[in-house]
């Protein structure tokens, strides 16, 4: 489907928008399933992932069908009897698996303010993809913007002394090295694949639809290995749906939202701007604790952190076109 510039320049600004609201809630309701006490036994993450894939492409589905007047015929045509174009969204579905897993590990190993500011750097590989990738030009000033933004973020989330010593005492040096390399991965594995779907989206004229039903068939068959390896105990015992309650079933909503609302973002903004609205809601998110779960002292880092967040976003998004001077290829 192909539509009018200003309608697709809508669609951005309300996906992005989307994007900020969908993290936002995630991270809230996910903290908020947390610290809630319930008796019986606790959801499997690991089957929430799969769930989460389950609902995608029902919705995908139900898209397709809805655009196509309820025909299968170009499921079929694009899904089915195309099998190395499906194929290709293996890949990206394979390393988005390793890296869930990959920051699983790294949450275990380091704490999680220095998890959160180190995986910030996915901003950065994500650029270095998109450029060398998709031969994208960023303008000196974007540079600059993408160095502002991971600075402010990572004031954002600069520990406070209390969370060091709590946190820090129990780590040791082999395990925060372990974590480390983790979250380095994931950084290099999160940039490669936005880009390689961003690629697939915009260079082929399939519908974001159908990609995301491809990428999610591949994320069930492998979030299926997944749940049998790590909890293949457990669902036999006492099933994949256990410990679910409204609140498991919102965080699901919630991822699923997230995969089709981050494919909408690719599709008519990008996987730079993506990394600003996260950012962004990392930032509202914040500021709802702080005012309504009264959980969070903001300090005057967090305030500085926010400014240069804010600033980078409209800094970056000032020079949509590069001036031919100032733009520069790595
Ligand atoms: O940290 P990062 O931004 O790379 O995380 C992207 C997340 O979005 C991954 O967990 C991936 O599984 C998910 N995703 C999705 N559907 C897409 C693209 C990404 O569910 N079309």
Redesign the pocket.
């Given at each position: 489907m192909v539509l009018p510039p200003a309608h697709s320049s809508r669609l951005k600004y309300v996906s992005l928008g989307v994007l900020v609201f969908q993290t936002t809630s995630l991270v809230l309701t996910m903290r908020y399933s947390r610290t809630l006490k319930e008796d019986g036994p606790r959801y499997l993450a690991s089957s929430a992932v799969v769930s989460?894939?389950v609902l995608?492409i029902l919705v995908c589905t139900l898209i397709v069908f809805m655009e196509n007047n309820f025909s299968v015929r170009l499921l079929k045509e694009e899904i089915v009897n195309k099998p190395v174009e499906t194929l290709k969204l293996a890949i990206?579905?394979g390393i988005?698996?390793l890296?869930?897993n990959l920051?699983y590990v790294a949450l275990s190993n380091l704490d999680a303010a220095t998890y959160q500011v180190t995986?910030q750097l996915?901003i950065l590989t994500t650029a270095l993809f998109s450029v060398s990738m998709l031969g994208k030009r960023l303008g000196l000033y974007q540079w600059l913007s993408l160095l502002f933004l991971m600075a402010g973020v990572t004031l954002v989330q600069w520990p406070t002394e209390s969370e060091v010593d709590s946190e820090q005492a129990v780590l040791s040096a082999g395990s925060q090295f372990v974590g480390l390399m983790a979250v380095l991965t994931?950084c290099l594995?999160?940039?490669f694949?936005?880009v390689y779907?961003e690629k697939i989206l915009k260079e082929t004229k399939q519908s974001v639809w159908v990609?995301?039903i491809q990428?999610?068939l591949f994320?069930f068959v492998f979030g299926i290995v997944g749940m049998t390896v790590y909890d293949g105990e457990r669902v036999r015992e006492s099933g994949m749906f256990q410990g679910y309650n409204t609140i498991t079933c919102t965080v699901v909503a919630l991822?699923?939202l997230?995969?089709?609302v981050?494919?909408v973002v690719?599709k008519y903004a990008d996987n730079i701007l993506?990394?600003f609205a996260?950012s962004l809601s990392i930032i509202v998110s914040t500021l709802i604790s702080y005012f309504l779960l009264e959980d969070f002292n903001p300090t005057s880092l967090f305030f500085m952190g926010a400014m240069l967040v804010i600033a980078a976003t409209f800094l970056y998004s000032n020079e949509c076109k590069p001036a031919n001077g100032s733009a520069i290829k790595v």
């Open positions: 989460a894939e995608k990206p579905a988005y698996t890296q869930n920051l995986y996915k994931a594995s999160s940039g694949a936005g779907f990609r995301n990428l999610g994320g991822q699923a997230g995969g089709l981050i494919a690719i993506k990394g996260t």
